[in-house]
């Protein structure tokens, strides 16, 4: 075999350069990365370990806590009172729902503010309430001012400014939470980005029937991909978050929670990094809920999906994940009032108080992640506060930047709307949940 001229080594070297080039671009602009075949795993007796303290009914001083056990306020004393829908692991019903708030800066105090209410508490005096929670944060009173010269007085009233903002928050299904883990920044950057290019594509050919594309959340340890909110990067931060907050149980990385009032002392964190790990080693590897084998009906239902718009949002596979159906966007799902209505989605302070607005790091009140829509058949109700109690009321209540999708929803014939309730009715919780080992733990913990 003769051998290359240098010019032919240098041209085969151009060459190969500007191949790896192309791939290259095309991988980081294009491609959701290769399908991730394997999932989490871990060792059989750390999942055992992790399966016992998700089912394990905590109590005050409860003999497997290095700190105070439950409390001082919680939502319930078991993992699984509130996950069980669809075996252990799955969402919960509305009686499980928790509420969120959120305070605006107030004169004296520049401070954004976000928490839970507790529905219990170990001390009586610790009682969580929304009128606790008012009496804190009370509303800020309007007056009326003048301005102006002796001459040309103008008279201004400052409205009432009502600082606090609730909302009831649903449970979510723990399944496949581990493969959602395994999702890349990168992949929902890209898609975010893509999306943003086709639609201005669509706008240059005057085409302006598009969902608008929704934005990520950008947290301290990355792109938030749990939580209705979007609040949290990791599947780790996500569970640490809800041992403190709905068992009161403090972990290696994070605080108990602490109640509205009085003072609590500094404790020992609740599980140690050893049963920390094992929690998480049984959460990460629940199964992936599936897509069950569907009748003609379904797979007609699947094609409207996406003619329809649902599918923008709800991205059926995304890096490397195979049927999740999300891209993890936060999105308005509300219209906003008309001009002079009410301000019930968060309205910014009067801009007399001269206040800060709510950061731009901080989702709108009416702004929600994208739910992962694998296992939705088994999940009811829905929505983020369970104000749905049917996949076609869910479907009937998007608004927003989701308008245009419901809108041409309802205009299907009926046979059409039937359709995608019936492919909706395939995305199955998995089969190979682990089943309750006390059924009764679901009502027990919320005593």
Not at 11 to 20: K, P, T, W
Not at 161 to 180: K, Y
Request: hydrophobic fraction near 35%; aromatic fraction near 8%; glycine fraction near 10%.
């Amino acid at each position: 075999m003769r051998s290359l001229s240098l010019a032919g080594q240098r041209r085969l070297v151009y060459l190969a350069v500007l191949g790896f080039a192309t791939v290259g671009t095309y991988w980081g602009f294009f491609s959701d990365g290769l399908p991730i075949l394997r999932g989490p795993t871990a060792r059989a007796s750390e999942v055992a370990q992790g399966r016992e303290l998700f089912e394990h009914e905590w109590a005050p001083n409860d003999p497997l806590a290095h700190g105070d056990g439950l409390g001082p306020v919680f939502n319930a004393k078991s993992c699984a009172s509130c996950h069980f829908q669809g075996g252990l692991g799955g969402g919960g019903a509305n009686e499980h729902n928790a509420v969120s708030f959120e305070v605006f800066p107030r004169p004296g105090d520049l401070t954004f503010v976000t928490g839970n209410l507790h529905n219990f508490s170990t001390d009586p005096a610790s009682k969580e309430t929304e009128k606790k929670l008012r009496e804190l944060y009370p509303v800020v009173k309007g007056r009326t001012i003048q301005t102006g010269t002796q001459n040309c007085r103008m008279t201004t009233t400052i409205p009432d400014f009502d600082p606090v903002r609730t909302e009831s928050i649903q449970t979510t299904a723990l399944f496949g939470a581990g493969w959602i883990d395994l999702i890349s920044d990168r992949a929902i950057l890209r898609n975010e980005r893509n999306r943003g290019l086709r639609t201005a594509a669509k706008e240059m050919s005057l085409d302006f029937d598009n969902i608008p594309v929704g934005r990520v959340r950008r947290v301290a340890s990355g792109i938030g991909k749990f939580g209705w909110k979007a609040q949290f990067a990791t599947l780790e931060e996500f569970v640490a978050a809800a041992c403190a907050n709905e068992l009161g149980l403090g972990t290696p990385s994070t605080e108990q929670a602490k109640p509205l009032v009085g003072a609590t002392s500094g404790t020992t964190p609740d599980l140690d990094k050893k049963q920390f790990r094992s929690l998480m080693a049984f959460i990460k590897t629940l199964p992936k809920p599936i897509a069950v084998g569907g009748d003609a009906t379904a797979a007609h239902g699947k094609e409207l999906f996406t003619t329809i718009g649902c599918a923008v949002c709800h991205v059926p596979d995304i890096g490397g994940v195979k049927g999740v159906f999300s891209d993890f966007l936060l999105y308005t799902l509300d219209d906003p009032p008309p001009p002079g209505g009410s301000a019930e989605y968060g309205a910014p302070p009067p801009p007399e108080l001269k206040l800060p607005d709510r950061p731009d790091s901080e989702p709108k009140p009416n702004e929600w992640k994208t739910p992962a829509l694998w296992g939705v058949a088994d999940s009811a109700p829905y929505l983020h506060d369970g104000s749905a109690a049917t996949l076609r009321d869910a479907i009937k209540k998007h608004r927003g930047d989701a308008k245009s999708v419901s809108e041409k929803y309802k205009i299907l014939a009926p046979d059409d709307q039937a359709a995608v309730l019936a492919f909706l009715g395939t995305l199955k919780a998995p089969p190979d949940a682990p089943l309750l080992s006390n059924p009764g733990v679901t009502k027990l913990g919320r005593k």
